[in-house]
């Protein structure tokens, strides 16, 4: 579609000089077509407009010229009458004023580039405005110079050997529409050479009266480069932009013949959230310009401020066009800015006319000092900007791309004046504008008809005040653009002219593709010493100047634009010592006003985010036990856990346990090991005295079993109080239930055994079964046997473990789990079985005589344990909430089951043993308790020869070499003792088949005497010496 186009456009070039006017009529009209199709933001009317009055060859010549004021007015009001179109005419109250008046700045040359400046501001009214100073002017007239530098400085041999470099230089007033229709003229000479081999039809030679332009330096803004960039696309014109910093036009797929010498937009939003970052800003609002270039930073913006967590208060959008908008535009804007008072930074993103306008309404609305503003390049250091709007300004920070002046460009401007500058067709609006004058023969304009003082071209300027010279800040890029071109062109000439001088036949015309492949290889140093090339996207390199606006003197005030800081890839550096901030609140000063919508919250609060507003909140405690999980959320600690004193989180709470050095333990523990020694020193004594009658008496074996039961009673209280762990805690379990086994065990089997002879004695005189010692231990050694396979079992369903408990949250306690519920009950089941059976047989002999009172002891015993018990029961599930006590509870209870069985089995047994050894003899053991004359005959059964011999055997008196039978009645003196002779057996057949003692069971022999009242003295039994004692004293 592309060639069809071209095809169509080359139909209404003029190319003989007898062209009739309706080929150029058709031109024209075809040639608005081809912009239409381009661009969508052009007027259709305004360009057909401006299209249909093009003027013929002869007239654009003479349209060229331009007005010298050295020649007479009557010459220069008529080349006036003769400048090329114009749109409006403004007509004020005695003047008609023709704006604006179409202008070029040429530099004749073998090749031309195109340039596109804002010579004039915006102004939506009449397209143009005032002269543009810095921005326009100054622009235009560096890369003039730049122009200059390579023709006449640099060494023509190295860069363009035999070629001159020249320049035609429109205005494009800031505006996107505008500038497009003067970027037709940088096409005009691409066209009229498409068809090489066009002659006239009468055989004259074609008159092209347009250059072909090889490459274009501008526009300065994003939005008309846009515009100007898809139109030199389609005629493959490179474009080198000296101030769009658009991220839009990175985009090479849609801009692919476009270059500049400026960092892309996308650089310096993230300069910027740094930079608000730094300040340390969390809540700020941004007002973007509503165009390609505000529009495509702020969605940027938006993006990485989100990835930063930075909140947006408000977004705004300044209009394109500030005439076009008004200031009530303006003044809602600001209005709405002061609704969020507390988002007192605000990124501005915009070009300098705007903001100027938002300056304006800012002092209208009383709103100085209520935000601090950091700036994009747009409007970073520009005199529109803070002229007459000081005040408001004060404080901004700004990004600019880093630039450093051009060589002696300064000094070179200040030397021009209208009449050695006759090559700028604007520089008399400029030096009007500057010294507010007005020369007597120049054109009028809506801004130079206010002014009464003529101009003398004498003005100079000054080094302060309305009159001093201000120059722009980023003329590098212009310069750099111009070198860039021409370095390129150098590297084609050496290509294809092999390094010939003059312009060979192959770079006329330029090939714009080819151009552009050249373009981006080039690296140089430029006029102002920096080394520049393009990044792989065509862009400049990203280093910004960080400029600040402040006051520099007090008297007289005066601001400035100062520099503060540079952004590159190592990051953003500042020099807060040259930064101050107006702050209506903090007043002048280095401190750095505070942007947020809610302060930080302290330690221990939470957020909670206000609806519609996730940058506001309000502060919220933690309460006691809870720590900051995030900065929106309390949450408890886990139990066992406390929070730090700054909740940002939860520390473990040492663990205790009841160990030894407590004061709860210290009373059991004293009296467990008294209870141990005790039980140490009865050991000690029965194992020296095992020989003596007490000892023998007692049962030594099953003795030794009570006391090793008794002893780990005493020993489970500091088991108890070892730290507890899994092994700990098993050995607990076990051993308890173990413990009272052994104690119950025994002393069950010696009730059991004692129980078994008195019954069996009163049936028969056979000896029971199972009463031996041996047999006494393996019967107390099943009964153990039983425990342990219990609690093996349910060990083994129920592993013992240790655990923290949490009696409150500000507690954390290891304790074995058997101590939280009632695990220890199933260790207790089997001894208090064996202790509720003990008891019974304890009642059961409860009525023995006092020669076998052991049997007492053990009731008594069971009587007391059965009573702790009762009451270690309900204090145990009572203090499910006091582990301390309910393990000293424990421990106590157990303690004193054994200081039980200890004193009631074994205290008489020692008293008699150390206190009265005399009474530790048979004849002791035996002590009467009663006289009766009955004897039991069927207790006295023949049961050898032995038995005769005692029958026949006469009796004599008792004496103490005699053996007798001494028979006593309630214990009475000797004198009421009886002496039973030899006759008396004799008389008694019922004696003369009785047995003999050793035979016949002892316990069948007590039995007998208290069935018949009798009591038999030692010396009539001269055959117990065979039998243990323990067959008598039970």
Not at 509 to 518: Q, V
Not at 832 to 850: D, F, G, H, M, S
Not at 905 to 914: D, Q, R, S
Not at 1002 to 1020: P, R
Request: some cysteine.
């Amino acid at each position: 579609m592309l060639w069809p186009g071209r095809l169509l456009l080359l139909l209404h070039v003029q190319p003989c000089s007898s062209s009739s006017s309706r080929w150029g009529f058709l031109f024209n009209f075809l040639l608005l077509l081809c912009l239409i199709s381009v661009t969508r933001s052009s007027s259709a009317e305004e360009l057909l407009l401006r299209s249909l009055r093009s003027s013929s060859p002869r007239e654009r010549q003479e349209e060229e010229g331009q007005s010298s004021l050295t020649k007479p007015r009557q010459q220069t009001d008529k080349r006036s009458a003769a400048n090329w179109e114009t749109v409006r005419t403004i007509t004020g109250d005695f003047v008609n004023i023709t704006w604006p008046v179409k202008r070029a700045a040429t530099v004749d040359g073998q090749i031309v580039l195109g340039g596109l400046m804002m010579v004039h501001e915006r102004e939506e009214k009449s397209t143009c405005g005032r002269i543009m100073r810095q921005g326009g002017i100054q622009a235009m007239e560096v890369m003039l110079y730049t122009i200059d530098q390579v023709n006449q400085h640099f060494n023509m041999t190295d860069l363009l050997p035999g070629i001159q470099l020249g320049a035609y230089v429109l205005d494009d007033c800031d505006k996107d529409t505008y500038g497009l229709e003067m970027a037709v003229d940088f096409i005009k000479g691409s066209i009229s050479t498409l068809d090489g081999e066009y002659k006239c039809p009468d055989g004259s030679t074609p008159v092209v009266p347009y250059k072909v332009i090889p490459g274009v330096v501008g526009a300065a803004s994003s939005v008309t480069s846009i515009q100007v960039a898809n139109l030199l696309r389609l005629f493959k014109i490179p474009q080198i932009s000296f101030f769009s910093t658009s991220s839009e036009l990175s985009n090479k797929d849609r801009f692919e013949y476009f270059s500049r010498t400026v960092p892309s937009d996308a650089n310096q939003t993230r300069a910027m959230v740094d930079l608000v970052k730094l300040l340390n800003w969390t809540y700020i609002s941004i007002v973007y310009e509503e165009s390609a270039y505000g529009i495509q930073a702020f969605a940027t913006l938006q993006m990485l401020l989100e990835e930063s967590k930075i909140c947006i208060a408000m977004r705004e959008k300044l209009p394109k066009d500030s005439g076009k908008a008004g200031e009530r535009h303006y003044d809602e804007l600001v209005d709405r800015l002061k609704l969020k008072p507390q988002a007192k930074g605000v990124i501005v993103y915009g070009s300098d006319q705007e903001v100027a306008e938002l300056m304006r309404s800012i002092r209208r609305r009383n709103a100085t000092g209520m935000f601090t503003w950091i700036g994009s390049d747009g409007w970073s250091a520009r005199t529109a900007v803070s002229e007459n709007n000081e005040l408001q300004v004060e404080g901004t920070l700004s990004f600019q791309p880093l630039s450093h002046p051009v060589a002696d460009f300064e000094t070179y401007f200040r030397s021009l004046t209208v009449a050695n500058n006759q090559r700028n067709p604007w520089f008399v609006e400029y030096w009007e504008d500057m010294f507010q004058c007005k020369y007597f023969n120049s054109t009028l304009t809506p801004y130079n008809v206010k002014w009464e003082e003529e101009c003398t071209g004498e003005e100079t300027y000054d080094k302060s005040g309305p009159f001093a010279l201000e120059m722009e800040g980023q003329l590098q890029f212009v310069s750099d653009a111009v070198l860039a071109f021409v370095h390129a062109l150098r590297l084609m000439h050496r290509d294809k002219c092999a390094g010939l001088p003059g312009l060979c036949e192959e770079m006329n015309p330029n090939d714009g593709a080819e151009l552009l492949r050249y373009l981006r290889k080039v690296k140089f140093v430029g006029l102002t010493g920096d080394e520049f090339e393009f990044d792989h996207l065509g862009d400049g390199p990203a280093r910004y100047n960080v400029v600040h606006f402040k006051k520099t003197s007090i008297m007289p005030p005066r601001w400035e634009w100062v520099n503060v800081g540079q952004y590159n890839k190592s990051g953003l550096m500042l020099d807060w010592s040259q930064i101050r901030f107006n702050d209506r609140e903090t007043g002048y000063s280095d401190r750095v006003p505070e942007s947020e919508c809610a302060r930080p919250c302290g330690a221990g609060q939470a957020k909670s985010i206000m609806p519609d507003e996730k940058c506001c909140w309000t502060c919220m405690n933690c309460t006691q036990y809870q720590y900051l999980a995030s900065e929106f959320e309390c949450l408890d600690c886990p139990l066992g856990f406390l929070p730090h004193a700054n909740k940002t989180g939860c520390y473990e709470i040492p663990a205790t346990f009841l160990s030894a050095d407590s004061y709860w333990a210290i009373g059991v523990i004293t009296f467990a090991c008294l209870g141990g020694c005790s039980t140490v020193l009865v050991v000690a004594v029965f194992i020296k005295n095992s020989e003596t009658n007490v000892v023998k008496a007692a049962g030594r074996e099953l003795s030794y079993v009570l006391l090793a039961g008794i002893f780990l009673c005493y020993a489970m209280t500091g088991v108890l109080l070892l730290k507890p762990c899994d092994i700990v805690c098993g050995v607990q379990m076990f051993g308890i239930g173990f413990c009272f086994a052994l104690c119950y065990a025994s002393l069950l089997t010696k009730t059991n055994r004692i129980a078994r002879i008195f019954q069996a004695a009163k049936h028969t005189a056979q000896r029971p079964n199972f009463i031996s010692p041996k047999s006494q231990l393996v019967i107390c050694a099943g009964l153990v046997l039983v425990q342990m396979l219990i609690m093996i079992l349910y060990m083994a369903y129920s592993p013992p473990i240790s655990q923290f408990y949490y009696p409150s949250r500000e507690e954390n306690v290891l304790v074995c789990r058997s101590h939280l519920d009632a695990s220890y009950m199933i260790a207790f089941t089997y001894p208090i079985l064996l202790l509720i059976i003990c008891t019974v047989y304890a009642v059961v002999t409860r009525k023995i005589p006092e020669a076998f009172n052991e049997s007492q002891h053990i009731g008594f015993t069971m009587y007391t344990t059965c009573i702790i018990w009762l009451a270690f029961v309900p204090i145990f599930f009572s203090t499910a909430t006091n582990i301390p006590l309910r393990i000293t509870t424990l421990c106590a209870s157990i303690s004193l089951s054994g200081t039980v069985s200890l004193i009631c089995i074994f205290a008489p047994k020692m008293y008699i043993i150390l206190l009265r050894p005399e009474r530790n003899v048979r004849q002791s053991l035996m002590a009467p308790k009663y006289l009766t004359n009955k004897t039991n005959t069927t207790s006295m059964n023949s049961q050898n020869s032995e038995s005769s011999s005692h029958s026949n055997m006469p009796l004599k008196p008792a004496t103490a070499s005699r053996p007798e039978l001494v028979v006593s009645l309630n214990n009475k003196p000797p004198s009421a003792v009886v002496m039973l002779k030899a006759e008396t057996a004799e008389k008694e057949p019922s004696l003369k088949h009785m047995g003999s003692f050793s035979n016949v069971s002892h316990a069948t022999v007590a039995s007998d005497a208290i069935s018949n009242d009798l009591s038999f003295s030692h010396d009539s039994l001269p055959s117990i010496d065979g039998e243990s004692l323990d067959d008598v004293q039970l």
